[in-house]
């Protein structure tokens, strides 16, 4: 069965992810197009590296090509928020992006975008999703591609540049080209590599790249850049004695930072050093929007500036929606994307990379020193995190425990709750979540908190309380 999440479809490579479903999936959004009367406009499909994407999008052009719906095919592996840009630039009606982002090698999947580059919704996919799991193969008839592409049914493009030239026009390149700054890349063999290097090379940066080729396999780790999987990144910046290390995720929609000490930026640290950059040193004004699971640091930033903060449940959907009606500054969560006014509305760890770069130009500081001025001015707070497969026998025990009127006995008061997306606690200085994952069957403890030893000790009594191991 095709079932979306809150980054998309996503299924084990010959279990979920079939051709069939491919194609069923792509059949019911042709079908919709058709009801939208919008077949003369269409879509553009893009995709990363993983097993079988390329394969999978050109299933799936085979099927608009049949419906009449005109689809444009980028024509090389494609970061996901090129997709998104050419949904906007282009005024496309939709976009699709074979990927399945961060997931284990195993898995592939689809992400869908509607008018404007944005994530669709949850209304738009639980409706899609019906639909596709309940064609028959008999009602799919693709044309073959390369038939399709000569009768002009298909068009291959290539809109990296156009892409690329809108990152670089939105920064101070000037600047950056003046810092001189050392940079080591490491795209975890995903699509980011060719386009932030462009990017940095023009810039006149110092370049180095790891994990640069492609495999499937992406080395025998996630492709997600977390404090697990960046190690030899954290190496070769402190080889190097590069400025910053940068890394993005499979498809190149999340990003992860190391500093010049060589150590790891959590993706809460991102957000708050743009956000303090964009308020501070290019003073633009505009509310920040987080998740219920990303930090509150944002929130005192947001207030010594006179702003805002807006949280929303998890899934950027959620996170463009408010950041277009309240016109609000940036938009992140702590999983590692972000995006800022003006830009796409979705994610994009090659426009937040860019904007990092600059932002250590600009204010000729180190990274590391950047931080710590913050920390000082703010105070600090301590992120814990875990992550738990579960049985599936044990979904209905777990979500009984997280709603109703029960809680946990902890060592820390509770001052008020938030059933937003799971169940949020809040204390008198901080707060934790437990909530489902949204794309894996795993459940997630957040918790932050003045003190490392506190926030530990709380995800440790969620985790007794719910009987994860």
């Not at 005109?70 to 840009?85: F, K």
């Not at 999987?229 to 400025?243: G, N, Q, S």
């Amino acid at each position: 069965m095709i079932e979306f999440g809150t980054g998309g479809w996503r299924a084990i490579i010959g279990d979920g992810f079939t051709k069939a479903n491919v194609q069923r999936l792509s059949l019911s959004l042709a079908r919709r197009i058709q009801r939208d009367g919008v077949e003369n406009r269409g879509l553009v499909i893009g995709y990363d590296r993983r097993f079988l994407s390329h394969e999978a999008a050109q299933w799936s052009a085979e099927v608009f090509a049949q419906e009449g719906v005109r689809v444009l095919v980028i024509d090389r592996d494609a970061p996901t928020p090129l997709v998104m840009y050419c949904v906007r630039r282009l005024e496309l009606p939709y976009g699709m992006s074979v990927t399945a982002s961060h997931n284990p090698a195993i898995y592939n999947g689809v992400k869908l975008f509607l008018s404007g580059g944005r994530d669709a919704d949850e209304g738009f996919t639980r409706e899609l999703q019906i639909e596709a799991n309940a064609l028959d193969m008999e009602n799919v008839n693709p044309a073959p591609y390369d038939e399709a592409l000569k009768a002009g049914r298909i068009a291959e493009i290539n809109p990296r540049n156009d892409y690329l030239d809108g990152i670089i026009s939105a920064v101070d390149m000037a600047k950056i080209r003046q810092a001189n700054l050392s940079i080591v890349l490491d795209p975890m063999y995903g699509v980011s590599g060719t386009s932030l290097e462009t990017i940095l090379l023009t810039a006149r940066c110092d370049v180095d790249i790891i994990h640069g080729r492609r495999d499937t396999l992406f080395g025998g780790k996630l492709p997600a850049p977390n404090v697990e999987t960046l190690d030899a990144l954290r190496m070769a910046v402190c080889e190097r004695r590069a400025d910053i290390g940068i890394a993005t995720d499979g498809d190149a929609d999340r990003l992860g930072i190391i500093s010049d000490e060589g150590k790891f930026v959590h993706p809460n640290e991102i957000l708050v050093l743009l956000y303090y950059y964009l308020l501070e040193y290019k003073g633009w004004r505009g509310a920040a929007v987080r998740n219920l699971a990303t930090t509150h640091m944002l929130d005192r930033i947001a207030e010594a500036y006179g702003e805002r903060c807006i949280e929303t449940p998890v899934g950027f959907k959620h996170i463009s929606k408010a950041m277009d009606d309240h016109g609000a500054l940036i938009g992140g969560e702590s999983s590692g994307g972000l995006t800022v006014r003006g830009h796409i509305l979705g994610k994009d760890g090659i426009y937040a990379a860019t904007l990092l770069t600059e932002m250590l130009a600009i204010s000729g500081e180190k990274l590391s020193s950047l931080l710590k001025r913050i920390s000082d001015r703010f105070g600090s707070l301590y992120m814990a995190e875990r992550d738990f497969a579960y049985k599936s026998s044990h979904y209905q025990e777990i979500q009984r425990l997280l709603t109703g009127d029960r809680f946990p006995k902890l060592s820390e008061e509770i001052t008020s709750v938030n059933d937003l997306d799971g169940r949020k606690l809040l204390f008198r200085d901080g707060w934790m979540i437990a909530r489902f994952s949204g794309t894996e069957p795993r459940i997630r403890i957040f918790c932050e908190m003045p003190t490392r030893a506190r926030a530990d000790r709380l995800c440790a009594e969620m985790q007794e309380y719910l009987g994860l191991n």
